[in-house]
């Protein structure tokens, strides 16, 4: 599944092929995507321009002239490709969208999870999608100040509540352990004791966990065409996440005795963790 990291690398790949250009044709080969296309999908935005791409968790919002914004989620295996000249269509090729200078990017999605709406530039923060989301972890709104008073009402451990997307937008598994890795925290202290002053540290490490990630991610991609859905290197970085039993890189007990990093069940997900380190 696509996550917060591979979004940024679409959003990377997709800008220089249609930040400034207008839409030239839009075909639709399947609407019916996890939800509907929107009614007149392809008409409503043929000839507008993409002004900018920006991205809010795993939300992209595609901002085109007119002040309407077209919001795009990869679900579970949504992915985009470009292609250069007329393409080769494959199966689950859902969309096909061309720019005037003949640029085109084909949204693939086998599973269907993923979905795309527009709405008005001024209907934002009510879009049904949006309106409960936290902010983005790497965004101005995400801080200390945010993070703790919403941790100080949340009555969870600090890993489920990192989960809630109503709290940080786009926030998976992955990154929730390996941002308690970071700050030496265990994954079953309750929110409420970060709360005061363990937020600005807490901030800080899901911030470096995101952007290692991306730079990660981007990396493994230079030299393609951006495809959503695939990992890019920051697996191989991976401190505790998926590496039960393993020594943990910051550890040098003896994993015969202690039996390694620890998985358990949190709120019914995989949780990783160093139970020398994380207190
Ligand atoms: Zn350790």
Not at 183 to 199: C, D, K, T
Not at 250 to 272: E, F, K, M, N, W
Request: hydrophobic fraction near 40%; aromatic fraction near 8%; include cysteine.
């Amino acid at each position: 599944m696509p996550e917060l990291p591979e979004v940024e690398t679409v959003r990377a790949g997709l800008r220089p092929v249609l930040e400034g250009r207008r839409l030239r044709e839009v075909i639709v080969r399947r609407g019916d995507l996890r939800f509907p296309l929107p009614s007149s999908f392809a008409g409503r935005l043929l000839g507008r321009r993409v002004d900018t791409i920006d991205r809010h968790g795993k939300y992209l919002l595609i901002r085109l002239s007119g002040d309407l914004i077209w919001l795009a989620h990869l679900g579970m295996s949504g992915r985009f490709r470009l292609a250069t000249a007329e393409p080769d269509l494959w199966t689950h090729d859902h969309l096909v969208f061309v720019t005037e200078d003949g640029g085109r990017v084909v949204f693939h999605d086998p599973r269907r999870f993923g979905f795309m709406d527009l709405l008005a530039t001024a209907d934002l923060e009510r879009h049904p999608r949006l309106a409960d989301l936290g902010p983005d972890p790497l965004g101005p709104a995400f801080g200390p100040v945010f993070l703790s008073r919403r941790l100080e009402r949340c009555g969870q451990p600090i890993k489920a509540a990192l989960l809630d997307q109503r709290i940080v937008a786009g926030m998976g598994n992955i990154y929730a352990s390996e941002s308690l890795f970071r700050i030496g925290v265990s994954p079953f202290r309750p929110a409420e004791a970060l709360a005061r002053r363990g937020s600005r540290r807490l901030v800080a490490a899901i911030r470096s966990v995101f952007a290692e990630a991306i730079a990660a991610g981007g990396s493994s991609m230079r030299d393609h065409v951006p495809v959503s859905g695939e990992l890019g290197t920051f697996q191989h970085r991976f401190a505790v996440y998926h590496r039960a039993g393993q020594r943990c890189p910051g550890c040098s007990c003896d994993i015969a005795v202690t039996g390694g990093i620890r998985r358990v069940v949190l709120g019914g997900r995989a949780t990783y963790f160093c139970v020398h380190r994380q207190r």
